[in-house]
């Protein structure tokens, strides 16, 4: 078998990932969440992002992001049995793609009927602790 010859920038990300094709947790932080970071932080503290109006659909997803987090420990696992009984082999672009829209869609139903409608409730109870 001849290997191929990879590009020296190819070799962080390989180092990355283990041999079953899972990232290497530590890695995983160094990579994305380092760079999730910065991105944040840069988009909150310039004084453009004070000026730029967000379009509803962003605010809503926005909103659904700790939805997102709590529905996607189930939703992915539920979409990936799925997806695995369908009698064709999807390419990973089509595996990753409905992946992520029922994730999204999933947190957004569960943000409009249980979170908003919890934190409208909370928001009008007296506090307990006065």
């Not at 999807?90 to 999933?106: D, E, Q, R």
């Not at 409208?120 to 602790?129: E, I, M, V």
Request: charged share 15%; glycine share 2%; aromatic share 12%.
């Amino acid at each position: 078998m001849k290997r191929r010859n990879r590009p020296i920038s190819c070799l962080p990300f390989k180092l990355a990932f283990k041999t079953d094709g899972t990232l290497v947790p530590i890695l995983r932080f160094a990579f994305f969440g380092i760079a999730a970071a910065c991105l944040v932080t840069t988009m909150t503290l310039t004084p453009m992002s004070q000026k730029i109006l967000i379009p509803r659909s962003v605010l809503l997803l926005e909103n659904a992001s700790y939805s997102l987090y709590l529905t996607h420990v189930f939703t992915l696992p539920a979409m990936l049995l799925v997806l695995h009984r369908m009698p064709f082999d999807l390419p990973a672009w089509a595996t990753i793609s409905p992946l992520f829209a029922a994730s999204v869609l999933i947190a957004m139903i569960f943000y409009v009927v249980f979170e908003k409608p919890s934190q409208r409730f909370s928001s009008s109870t007296p506090d307990a602790t006065n």
